[in-house]
């Protein structure tokens, strides 16, 4: 059996009113197992026992389940029992966990929002490669917090923004985005006009120097309008090449995106082949600089007519979102 919860003591019998379903042998078992997690129903579902072999995987769903009231049972089998007692103490450590944030505010536009934001968590201290167990993350996302310190500089110094500025260091991205999730229901979404999430820049796009792509691209028409302005000083912002591996889900974006915002993460990380990605020898050496402050550099100037209030990013279309 596999539990996935928040009580810490779990004691269920055939009377306690859970819903008893099954999945079947050749359905897609992460898919149907994280539909019935998310779904807020207290469930025991019976697993064909042809999956057995990535059955011990399910307890990741714990992830998905932060703060939820219900609770799902999995159980490899597919007799389904007439009596039962299932019972399961769970080991609750609490973390406190802070996102940094600050705030430059609007000149006139005071209640509409424009948030750049990086996660300052990585991995931590994992398995050892060559005697170095420190994940230090340079690129993800060290670099994407360095380019949100260095645009609140640039805009607290420039200081004519007439919407008001939000700067925000997420914690916990890596373990399933939880700093921004908490962050992102602070605010009404209506009043969020655009978000840019930086995610891994210091090193060059599969375009080569001067570009980079946005995730959720064609979900609003932001991305056209950063690219208008860099008109004639060759940067170039594509859209997100690996669409089959659904980036814009995947950071610190999605919550406020999934309420309607346009909510994206820029990044020139090549998915498909950045060698040090989610490794110990993710270092600063291996940062492109140069290339990084010309990325930042772009969003900076890009971003002039939504910070001024004269260009405002269509919305999400929430209906057809995933
Ligand atoms: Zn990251």
Redo the contacts with the bound molecule.
């Keep these: 059996m596999v539990v996935i919860t928040c009580q810490a003591d779990l004691t269920i019998t055939e009377k306690s009113g859970y819903d008893i379903t099954t999945i079947a042998a050749g359905a897609n078992l992460f898919s149907e197992a994280n539909k019935f997690v998310q779904s807020g129903k207290n469930l025991i579902v019976l697993i064909d026992t042809s999956m057995a072999k990535n059955f011990g995987r399910l307890t990741s769903l714990k992830r998905q389940m932060f703060k939820a009231n219900n609770s799902v049972v999995f159980v490899l089998g597919t007799q389904q029992p007439k009596t039962f007692a299932i019972t399961a103490k769970h080991e609750f450590v609490e973390q406190k966990l802070a996102n940094v944030i600050g705030i430059i505010p609007g000149k006139s536009k005071l209640n509409e929002y424009v948030l750049f934001s ?2 300052y968590d ?1 991995l931590g201290i994992g398995k050892a490669v060559n005697n170095d167990s420190i994940y230090n ?1 340079a690129n ?2 060290a670099a ?1 917090t360095t380019a949100m310190i260095m645009l609140a500089k640039y805009f607290k110094a420039k200081n004519d923004n007439e919407r008001t500025l939000v700067f925000v260091a997420f914690t916990a ?2 373990v399933g985005g939880f700093g921004a999730q908490y962050c992102s229901r602070q605010f009404n979404p209506d009043q969020v006009m655009a978000m840019f999430n930086i ?2 820049i210091g090193t060059e796009s599969k375009w080569g120097k001067n570009s980079a792509y946005i995730t959720g691209f064609e979900k609003t028409d932001m991305g056209k309008i950063l690219q208008n302005n860099l008109e004639g000083t060759g940067f170039n912002f594509y859209p997100d090449p690996y669409t089959d591996q659904n980036l814009f889900y995947r ?2 974006n999605a919550t406020l995106a999934r309420l309607g915002v346009p909510a994206h993460t820029i990044s020139t990380s090549k998915m498909d082949s950045e060698p040090n990605y989610h490794k110990v020898s993710d270092e600063i050496g291996t940062l492109d600089m140069e290339n990084m402050a010309m990325i930042i550099k772009a969003i900076a100037l890009s971003s002039k007519g939504i910070i001024s209030g004269k260009e405002t990013p269509s919305r999400v279309n929430v209906a057809g979102l995933k």
């Design positions: 990086g996660h990585h993350g993800d996302d994407g991205e890596e995610e891994m950071s610190d």
